[in-house]
T-cell receptor, first 113, second 113 residues
Framework: SAVISQKPSRDICQRGTSLTIQCQVDSQVTMMFWYRQQPGQSLTLIATANQGSEATYESGFVIDKFPISRPNLTFSTLTVSNMSPEDSSIYLC??????????FGPGTRLTVT | AQSVTQLGSHVSVSEGALVLLRCNYSSSVPPYLFWYVQYPNQGLQLLLKYTSAATLVKGINGFEAEFKKSETSFHLTKPSAHMSDAAEYFCAVVSGGYNKLIFGAGTRLAVHP
């Protein structure tokens, strides 16, 4: 398994501001992912973040809005930029071990007012 | 394109009754299939996985799922529900060579006395 921590666990932000979410894993992993879970919804993949390369974004998500850093094999950040109330969601970091199991962090609950 | 469909957004059972949560997949190649559980205000926990080995997969907390290729299904079952099983359950798929974990819409399980 993998132990994943996220900071902050929750935040309330004003519209127009930005928030950076940190994800720390207890051991090195190649593949890291960021997901969004809007209220009452399922998880939607935002981007795949592999160390040493640019993040790959899914349709509907752009780097200017959700810049991602992956400086090493145990850490990544996701920034939610120029926030609006529609960005209120839970943001989850996820890692994959090998080709199979994928593990999730506890999530960051973001409310934009 | 790969996808999963979960039939029934809400399922309610009595404590001690059989739990059956339905998941059908769509994949052009043999898939890897997963069930995750999300307790209120928590991240996702892996319940079980199918990775082309045994078709009947046993997971944690007494849950199991059976992969049926002829029916393109991977339904989750538990013989006897417990109050602590109340949560959101997500079916997810990764197709071979396609590295993205794609989630179904989720099924909220309620367990009543």
């Amino acid at each position: 398994s993998a132990v994943i921590s996220q900071k902050p666990s929750r935040d309330i932000c004003q519209r127009g501001t930005s928030l950076t979410i940190q994800c720390q894993v207890d051991s090195q992993v190649t593949m890291m992912f960021w997901y969004r879970q809007q209220p009452g919804q399922s998880l939607t993949l935002i981007a795949t973040a592999n160390q040493g390369s640019e993040a790959t974004y899914e349709s509907g998500f752009v780097i200017d809005k959700f810049p991602i850093s992956r400086p090493n094999l145990t850490f990544s950040t996701l920034t939610v930029s120029n926030m609006s109330p529609e960005d209120s969601s839970i943001y989850l970091c996820s890692v994959r071990r090998g080709s199979e199991e994928q593990y999730f962090g506890p999530g960051t609950r973001l409310t934009v007012t | 394109a790969q996808s999963v469909t979960q039939l029934g957004s809400h399922v309610s059972v009595s404590e001690g009754a059989l739990v059956l949560l339905r998941c059908n997949y769509s994949s052009s190649v043999p898939p890897y299939l997963f069930w995750y559980v999300q307790y209120p205000n928590q991240g996702l926990q892996l319940l079980l996985k199918y990775t082309s080995a045994a078709t009947l997969v046993k997971g944690i907390n007494g849950f199991e799922a059976e992969f049926k290729k002829s029916e393109t299904s991977f339904h989750l079952t538990k013989p006897s529900a417990h109050m602590s099983d109340a949560a959101e359950y997500f079916c997810a798929v990764v197709s071979g060579g396609y590295n993205k974990l794609i989630f179904g819409a989720g099924t909220r399980l309620a367990v009543h006395p």
